[in-house]
Each structure stands twice: as C-alpha cells, then as structure tokens.
C-alpha cells in the first residue's frame, strides 16, 4: 500500500504543481509529501520533478509516468468500490467525446436521460470532428465510427451506420436521377470531407472493390452543412445514414444510387484498457448502449415516402 501512498502524492504533486498543495489536498505534511515523492523516486531510478523556488514541474520521465500513475490509482479505486458494492452509486464526472453531428443528433438526448437517472454523476461532453486521444487528454469514453485501428482501445460495439448519397427531389427533377456511378460526373457534387477525404466513392460489387473519383463543386468538413445544401437542390452529397434519417421521412432528400452503398460501418464506444472499468463508465454504458443499438437500428432502415406510399 505504501507503493500506492507514494503514486498518490506524486500525481497531487504534479496537479497542484506544487508539495504544498498536495499536502493540503491529502491532509498529509509537506515533508510527509516529500519522503513518498524521493522514495518512489528511488524506486523507478528517476527524478519526477525539477524543483525551483517559484516551482514544481514534471521532467520529462515524471510527464510520461504521471498518466501510468492515474491508470494504477483508477484501478485500484474502481476495485474497492467493485468490493463495496458500490457499483449501483456511481459518482464523479464522466467526460465523453463524439463528433460533433453525432454528439448533437444521437448521443445527446441519452446523455440527457442518463443525467435524469443518475442525479448523482456529471457528465462532461467533447463535440470535435478530430480523434481524441483519451489517455493524453484524460477522456473516459469516446464514439468512434469505422474500423479501429488502435488495438490499446476496448471497443463495445453499439450498431452500424451505413454511407449513402442523397440529394432532393427538386434538384433530380431539374438535373435528372444518375443510373451508374459513372454518372456523378454530370452532376453537381457536395463533397462532405469527414465521408469521401479522399474525394473518392468506393463500393463492393460482385465481391470486388470499386471506387469512382468525385468531382466536387463544394467541399465542406461539416456535415449539417453539406446535408442543407444537397436540401437546398445545390447537389448530391455522400452522408452517413443517422444524419439524414429525418429529412429522408420528410421527403426533403432521397436516397440516390443506392445500389451501390459501401458495406455498413461500425459504430462504437471505446475506451483505454484496464483491469477494472469505472463505476461511472460501466453505468453509462450500461444505460447508453441498448438505447443507442435501437436509435442506430431505427436509423438505419428508415423508410422514405415514397417506400411508404406517400407522394
């Protein structure tokens, strides 16, 4: 446990930046802060901070260790509540990270309703069209869509999302509706960066692989965007199937092309790996994950007007 004792004021150290204030963090005095900072030290063959008079700050080994350090104390605090039995408690502030169409569109009203369920737990979310590191950046959960290529992340698969192209019914009136795919290059194009980066449209047909070049008359990284101008008649765009569920069941876009849609992409929560998942973590997933298999699912086979008889 002493091990344990010395990790701890280590990482107050390096958060109060200073042997002080994590004396006054952990009620314990500053030369007891001291004596666990040097013994651990000792231990892994390294000073963890360069000491001045005006400051504490990590050296470069103390900067690489300090996230290891948090991962033991996570672990260990997890454990004993796993023995409390406090896992129907959870408490603390979950901090989660999506894009910013998914966050907003999807995970937003389940985030709401967990906040009603769990009064006692915050949640902080991060909306950013960029991968976040979790570990670096001290996120507990985080939505990715596509394959993982990060085998230190736990992945708990939640459904599946499919790429499409759409465009409005007013702009295939006036342009007419393409047939194959090499008919994208008479047509009007929306590129959606976060869909085709590569400008490509790529498919399996037949068991082989497929790609056709788009030739875009307007690039955009953000997706709500790119989906109000393909409902405003400028073009086709590419999109995954979540984003324009609704405004497929208003009519305002149609699928186009749709023989011709990649394989489904997976959609799910990962986080770093671990001996033991954290009460908030493991209640959050526990809540979100049914509820977002359905939403994804409903999403996913939504049925246009016209499939349904309407005009």
Do not use: C
């Not at 004596?35 to 700050?57: H, K």
């Not at 069209?129 to 230190?152: H, Q, W």
């Not at 939640?158 to 994208?184: E, I, N, Q």
């Not at 609704?246 to 986080?271: N, T």
Request: glycine share 8%.
């Amino acid at each position: 446990m002493d091990r344990f004792r010395e990790l701890e004021a280590f990482v107050a150290v390096a958060d109060a930046g200073s042997f002080v204030g994590a004396a006054r963090a952990l009620g314990l005095s500053p030369p007891a802060i001291t004596r666990m900072v040097a013994g651990l030290e000792e231990r892994v063959g390294s000073r963890l901070f360069n000491r001045t008079t005006r400051a504490v700050r990590l050296t470069e080994p103390g900067a690489a260790f300090v996230e290891t350090a948090r991962r033991l104390l996570d672990d260990l605090a997890a454990a004993e509540q796993d023995v409390a039995g406090r896992q129907g408690a959870p408490t603390g502030t979950l901090s989660l990270t999506a894009s910013m169409t998914f966050g907003r569109g999807v995970l937003a009203p389940v985030v709401s309703d967990f906040l009603a369920a769990e009064p006692q737990l915050r949640v902080s979310m991060l909306l950013i069209e960029r991968l976040v590191d979790l570990v670096d950046e001290g996120v507990d959960l985080a939505v990715r869509i596509g394959a993982l290529p990060d085998s230190s992340l736990v992945a708990r698969r939640v459904g599946t999302v499919r790429k499409m192209l759409v465009a409005s019914p007013g702009y295939l009136a006036a342009r007419g509706t393409p047939r194959a795919m090499p008919d994208l290059a008479g047509h009007a194009v929306i590129a959606f960066t976060g869909i085709v980066p590569d400008m490509r449209w790529a498919w399996r047909e037949g068991g082989r692989a497929k790609s056709v070049p788009l030739a875009a008359r307007f690039e955009v990284n953000d997706a709500v965007t790119a989906i109000a101008a393909a409902e405003a008649g400028q073009g086709i765009t590419g999109v995954y199937s979540y984003m324009v569920s609704d405004a497929l069941a208003a009519g305002r876009l149609v699928p186009v092309l749709d023989e011709f849609a990649p394989e489904p992409v997976p959609v799910q929560f990962v986080y770093p790996q671990g001996r033991f998942l954290a009460p908030k973590v493991r209640a959050f997933l526990d809540f979100a994950v049914p509820r977002l298999e359905r939403e994804l699912s409903a999403r996913h086979s939504v049925v246009t007007p016209a499939e349904a008889g309407v005009h």
